[in-house]
């Protein structure tokens, strides 16, 4: 059983596209992300949401949206990508933060979704 | 500003020990993580480090002094598996994940 799932596992498009990437976890957890990873490897924060607080980044362009259509899911939204946005999106899910701390906090992540914007 | 700092590229040998450091600033601090990601896979959990000292895992043990903003990742015995990135992580006041940029590994036989 796959803890945290995205699909597509890959996605080809075109500039000035609209697409969505799904995820979806099965480990009752409370709180989900989306992080980019450039070609630099470099992972970068985009959202974090629970049923209480969505927490963006303030660097993500509003192009990017998440859509949560209850706990277990989480996907993104992207409108008119850009080529920039080509990267791996990766999702990853963990207990709320508000009830526990430590490593309760641990990620855990999803195989990513590679992105290529032509 | 908050900030995480490891080397970009490290080699060792099979079988050998390497230690990986790690040096953070962040606005407060609730613990260090340590994560493994080999290439064209996602992050997977190492180990959780919130006070000082140091945490052993089998081949792999994890050090934290919160004083100094330091912490290493040590691993024993390496293994041609054991090649891949490795993230440090810093949860913050807000219990935001501060990221570094990972240390590549790369071992030789």
Redesign the interface.
Known sequence: DTAVSQTPKYLVTQMGNDKSIKCEQNLGHDTMYWYKQDSKKFLKIMFSYNNKELIINETVPNRFSPKSPDKAHLNLHINSLELGDSAVYFCASSQDLSDLAGAQETQYFGPGTRLLVL | GQNIDQPTEMTATEGAIVQINCTYQTSGF??L?WYQ?HAG?????LS?N?LDGLEEKGRFSSFLSRSKGYSYLLLKELQMKDSA?Y?CAV?NSN???I?G??T?LIIKP
Request: proline letters at 5%; charged letters at 10%.
């Open positions: 609730n613990g993580f990601q896979e996602a992050p997977t959990f959780y919130v990135s993230l949860s219990y935001q994940l990221w940029a990972g590549k």
